[in-house]
């Protein structure tokens, strides 16, 4: 069973940061890109950054210079350092990843994790 699983959600004042991880787990034969995205009350489901196989990380402008993604291909992992939180920041925050789940076919099919709530408020 593929599965995606975050954490590191919370609630946090504004300003503060917050780390969230994320963990491919199962038969996972390869990793293309990895990413994170989120989704308020009300709101559409959005890019926040993705990260690719090799290559520069992607950022939503509204999060640029003060969000990081990274990875760990070792581990099969992705992570989102997030500083300088401001109350819009508040969503649950889904990860992302395109996994080739077959040693037969060189496929990949995008999976989503159960998401984690981050909460910016004072």
């Known amino acids: 069973q593929v599965q995606l699983v975050e954490s590191g959600g919370g609630l946090v004042q504004p300003g503060g940061s917050l780390r969230l991880s994320c963990a491919a787990s199962?038969?996972?034969?390869?990793?293309?890109?990895m990413g994170w995205y989120r989704q308020a009350p009300g709101k559409q489901r959005e890019l926040v950054a993705t990260i690719p196989s090799g290559g520069l990380p992607n950022y939503a402008d509204s999060v640029k210079g003060r969000f990081t993604i990274s990875r760990d291909n070792d581990k099969n992992m992705v992570y989102l350092q997030m500083n300088s939180l401001k109350p819009e920041d508040t969503a649950v925050y889904y990860c992302?990843?395109?996994?080739?789940?077959?040693?037969?076919?060189?496929?990949?099919?995008?999976?989503w994790g159960q998401g984690t709530q981050v909460t910016v408020s004072s």
């Open positions: 992302n990843a395109d996994l080739r789940t077959s040693i037969f076919r060189d496929r990949y099919f995008p999976y």
């Open positions: 199962g038969s996972i034969f390869g990793i293309n890109a």
